[in-house]
């Protein structure tokens, strides 16, 4: 099934819900368990009015009367499997449960390929991350060998998708063996990373990430760097080169050290702020061939309709791939002008075509569905459909 008939899926399901939510109180009636009908009494004859009335308790609020308002609402996106662990990886998975719980509905099948990269994948990377640095507590150790991550991949997917998360998730999200290992990092103990670094001054760097200012001032990523330079380098000459396969390698031993030292929530919130910075720099939609607007609106347009009809037929194909950010939006928006004014297009396409920002995302196609069913956009906040990496 192709990402558009996912989606339609995904929608189709949240839809169920949404009507629902209509025909009833969607707010504690949704908290609570599976409802129970109320007697029906006739009314006495001298009861002034007439009519049929449900017996209210007197000790609180009446259940709906609508026998199907429960479970909750996010009950039936859980598979609620048992999974089926291999038993060799020494991870403590309980000690993280509730950011477990976060990834799977941050990685929900329908939808991860859709939040893979804003959301569904920086969650899974911090998951792995703080997984291992927490390890690191009893092992010393801040990666593991790659028979073991082979292992724990595996679990991590397993209970994932026990939660209803995609069973798919390795290779939506690039996850490698590397991402569990030291990889090419020459380090990779607590010891002998806390012998190069300054592992004070780096914690304090990151310790508590400002969502507002870290992407300009990059206080924490400048600390992490840095860190991940230095230990990169420890048999050999300090290398400048940030982008190295070495480096990279030694950036994830950081975050692990980092995570270590930090209580799961508050390592989470780091991760993600860093992670933030890095996905709102790029744009991760793959643009096809504008040859055919190109065609329409270049040079001195004809006929403007034709032009707009073009566009609005490329950026179609734009929305299918992916939910993005508004900032990705806006670097979108600069490549694919660029790559217009390259084919000899000078018309502002974007203000004649109405084009906004909101255009190059999948969630405009939602925005019509929450305006009509309001309890369906509180269900996709939940599950982190609306791009909140902003």
């Given at each position: 099934?192709?990402?558009?008939?996912?989606?339609?899926?995904?929608?189709?399901?949240?839809?169920?819900?949404?009507?629902?939510?209509?025909?009833?109180?969607?707010?504690?009636?949704?908290?609570q368990?599976?409802?129970?009908?109320?007697?029906i009494?006739?009314?006495?004859?001298?009861?002034?009015s007439?009519?049929?009335?449900?017996?209210?308790?007197?000790?609180?609020?009446?259940?709906?009367?609508?026998?199907?308002?429960?479970?909750?609402?996010?009950?039936?996106?859980?598979?609620?499997?048992?999974?089926?662990?291999?038993?060799?990886?020494?991870?403590?998975?309980?000690?993280?449960?509730?950011?477990m719980?976060?990834?799977?509905?941050?990685?929900?099948?329908?939808?991860?390929?859709?939040?893979?990269?804003?959301?569904?994948?920086?969650?899974?990377?911090?998951?792995?991350?703080?997984?291992?640095?927490?390890?690191?507590?009893?092992?010393?150790?801040?990666?593991?060998?790659?028979?073991?991550?082979?292992?724990?991949?595996?679990?991590?997917?397993?209970?994932?998708?026990?939660?209803?998360?995609?069973?798919?998730?390795?290779?939506?999200c690039?996850?490698?063996?590397?991402?569990?290992?030291?990889?090419?990092?020459?380090?990779?103990?607590?010891?002998?990373?806390?012998?190069?670094?300054?592992?004070?001054?780096?914690?304090?760097?990151?310790?508590?990430?400002?969502p507002?200012?870290?992407?300009c001032?990059?206080?924490?990523?400048?600390?992490?760097?840095?860190?991940?330079?230095?230990?990169?380098?420890?048999?050999?000459?300090?290398?400048?080169?940030?982008?190295?396969?070495?480096?990279?390698?030694?950036?994830?031993?950081?975050?692990?050290?980092?995570?270590?030292?930090?209580?799961?929530?508050?390592?989470?919130?780091?991760?993600?702020?860093?992670?933030?910075?890095?996905?709102?720099?790029?744009?991760?939609?793959?643009?096809?061939?504008?040859?055919?607007?190109?065609?329409?609106?270049?040079?001195?347009?004809?006929?403007?309709?034709?032009?707009?009809k073009?566009?609005?037929?490329?950026?179609?194909?734009?929305?299918?791939?992916?939910?993005?950010?508004?900032?990705?939006?806006?670097?979108?928006?600069s490549?694919?002008?660029?790559?217009?004014?390259?084919?000899?297009?000078?018309?502002?396409?974007?203000?004649?075509?109405?084009?906004t920002?909101?255009?190059?995302?999948?969630?405009?196609?939602?925005?019509?569905?929450?305006?009509?069913?309001?309890?369906?956009?509180?269900?996709?906040?939940?599950?982190?459909?609306v791009?909140?990496?902003?």
């Amino acid at each position: 099934m192709g990402p558009a008939g996912r989606l339609s899926v995904a929608a189709a399901l949240l839809s169920c819900l949404c009507l629902h939510g209509l025909l009833g109180n969607s707010g504690q009636a949704f908290a609570q368990g599976p409802p129970v009908l109320h007697r029906i009494d006739h009314a006495e004859e001298d009861d002034d009015s007439g009519g049929l009335m449900p017996e209210l308790s007197p000790t609180g609020s009446p259940q709906p009367f609508v026998p199907f308002l429960a479970p909750a609402p996010l009950a039936p996106f859980y598979n609620n499997s048992t999974p089926k662990l291999s038993g060799k990886c020494s991870l403590n998975f309980t000690a993280i449960n509730g950011l477990m719980t976060t990834t799977a509905v941050d990685c929900f099948a329908s939808f991860a390929p859709f939040l893979a990269n804003v959301i569904c994948c920086p969650q899974l990377q911090a998951t792995l991350t703080i997984l291992i640095g927490q390890s690191s507590k009893q092992t010393g150790s801040l990666a593991l060998d790659p028979t073991l991550a082979n292992y724990c991949l595996s679990d991590v997917q397993q209970l994932l998708m026990s939660q209803g998360a995609s069973d798919d998730l390795r290779s939506i999200c690039s996850v490698h063996l590397s991402n569990a290992t030291e990889g090419s990092c020459p380090v990779s103990t607590v010891d002998a990373f806390e012998s190069v670094v300054d592992s004070s001054k780096l914690l304090e760097a990151c310790r508590k990430v400002d969502p507002v200012n870290e992407c300009c001032s990059q206080t924490c990523q400048s600390a992490i760097s840095d860190a991940a330079r230095k230990i990169s380098s420890k048999d050999a000459a300090l290398t400048s080169d940030t982008a190295s396969p070495k480096v990279d390698s030694c950036r994830n031993v950081v975050l692990r050290w980092l995570s270590s030292r930090l209580e799961p929530s508050s390592a989470t919130k780091m991760l993600r702020q860093i992670s933030n910075c890095n996905v709102n720099g790029v744009c991760p939609l793959s643009f096809p061939d504008t040859s055919k607007v190109a065609k329409e609106c270049g040079g001195t347009v004809k006929n403007i309709t034709v032009c707009c009809k073009a566009m609005d037929s490329y950026v179609s194909h734009l929305q299918k791939q992916s939910f993005i950010t508004n900032l990705q939006a806006l670097n979108c928006a600069s490549v694919l002008g660029a790559k217009l004014q390259d084919m000899k297009v000078s018309t502002n396409v974007y203000s004649s075509c109405q084009v906004t920002l909101k255009d190059f995302s999948l969630q405009e196609n939602l925005d019509a569905f929450f305006q009509v069913c309001p309890l369906m956009h509180h269900l996709t906040l939940l599950l982190g459909l609306v791009s909140h990496v902003i």
